[in-house]
């Protein structure tokens, strides 16, 4: 192989190199951006108190999570399919709504809205925005789960919360754990 061969292949991998790292940046940028939009748009729902806001483009907001002490402030959003996790924490559906009695889950990544999550302790305070009025819980219990563990789902005869993520945080790639902490409504 020639240098002047080998010197044009090297300048192609660059170029390569270079377009896959934008693209990379550029759906990250879209991402935070799609997020951002998400967060207002909720905040926007809440506020108008009555889910009639003008302009929100998804109409399927649930409220906005607040955790106070770990700086969490994030949309809602129902389902908990990719393109809603992308963006938002998701209300899985076939739990009860905040607003509803019973145990409402919300799932969230690990890596965005629910980062700061595993500094949660017993006693923290969630506060869950909606139409229907604001929701105060307490953390009660903040435990590590398998994935098909699914009794942190199971139905409560009063109004609780259920927050699901992904664990170890600081795993790259699919996670073979859950975080879940299940907080109580305050009266």
């Given amino acids: 192989m020639t240098a002047t061969r080998l010197t044009a292949m090297r300048r192609a991998l660059s170029v390569l190199l270079v377009l896959v790292s934008l693209a990379c940046f550029g759906w990250v940028a879209w991402v935070v951006v799609a997020s951002a939009e998400a967060d207002r748009d909720a905040r926007r729902v809440v506020d108008a108190g009555d889910g009639s806001a003008t302009g929100a483009s ?27 996790l992308r963006v938002s924490v998701g209300h899985l559906p076939d739990t009860p709504l905040p607003w509803e009695h019973g145990n409402s889950a919300l799932a969230g990544h690990r890596d965005r809205q629910f980062r700061a999550l595993k500094s949660i302790v017993r006693g923290d305070l969630i506060r869950v925005r909606t139409v229907h009025g604001d929701l105060r819980y307490r953390v009660t219990f903040v435990d590590i789960t398998q994935p098909d563990d699914l009794s942190v789902l199971a139905p409560t005869s009063a109004r609780t919360l259920t927050l699901v993520t992904c664990y170890p945080f600081s795993f790259l790639g699919h996670a073979t754990q859950r975080f879940v902490v299940r907080a109580d409504a305050i009266p």
């Fill in 58 to 84: 998804r109409p399927s907001v649930v409220g906005v999570l607040e955790i106070p002490r770990l700086g969490i402030t994030s949309g809602i959003a129902e389902g908990d399919d990719d393109a809603t």
